[in-house]
T-cell receptor, first 112, second 116 residues
């Protein structure tokens, strides 16, 4: 039972353009949604989060949008840079627990 | 400061053997998590500790898997009678306290376990 899904295994964009990574979830009880970034041979690194009571959260070049009615969230990276090339994981959790449920990941390649 | 460290970085064992994987969290982090990641998949939750006690062990796949954190710092994940399907990268993470601090989990580089 995959509660968090990332249906695009990979995405390739040109440097300077926008990258949009998508994530769908099935459990309406999730209270927080997160994005983590992972480089090869390293552990995932926290990027940005959003509470279920909000529909947008912005941090520099990164913005996460949440559409609760569609059970969908997306991460926008503007402008994309070659250093953003990594695997991006969407994750979700309920309030009062540290248990994260991760999606399968999307590999982003930003071409110079 | 130092991040989360995991030892060994690689472990190759034979089917049926016992293995221990160690995690040293960031100093002062009260929450510690174990995940495992198979090729092409996202991290899969196993267990997390708040202090010395297991707050949620719902992700442990069966009774061959056990984890301890006796002094609220270092944790050991123990796997008995290893099977080939246990082969994966085992990730440890730690974070401050509770609430919103659960969002930012600091991961170690992982231990790659290979069961032959």
């Amino acid at each position: 039972d995959q509660q968090v899904k990332q249906n695009s295994p990979s995405l390739s964009v040109q440097e300077g353009r926008i990258s949009i990574l998508n994530c769908d979830y099935t459990n309406s009880m999730f209270d927080y949604f997160l994005w983590y970034k992972k480089y090869p041979a390293e552990g995932p690194t926290f990027l940005i989060s959003i509470s279920s009571i909000k529909d947008k959260n912005e941090d520099g070049r990164f913005t996460v949008f949440l559409n609760k009615s569609a059970k969908h969230l997306s991460l926008h990276i503007v402008p994309s840079q070659p250093g953003d090339s990594a695997v991006y994981f969407c994750a979700a959790r309920r309030s009062n627990t540290g248990k994260l449920i991760f999606g399968q990941g999307t590999t982003l390649q930003v071409k110079p | 400061g130092a991040g989360v460290s995991q030892t060994p970085s690689n472990k190759v064992t034979e089917k049926g053997k016992y293995v221990e994987l160690r995690c040293d969290p960031i100093s002062g982090h009260t929450a510690l998590y174990w995940y495992r990641q198979s090729l092409g998949q996202g991290p899969e939750f196993l267990i997390y500790f708040q202090g010395t006690g297991a707050a949620d062990d719902s992700g442990l796949p069966n009774d061959r898997f056990f984890a301890v954190r006796p002094e609220g710092s270092v944790s050991t994940l123990k796997i008995q009678r290893t099977e080939r399907g246990d082969s994966a990268v085992y990730l440890c993470a730690s974070s401050l306290g509770r609430g919103a601090n659960y969002n930012e989990q600091f991961f170690g580089p992982g231990t790659r376990l290979t069961v032959l």
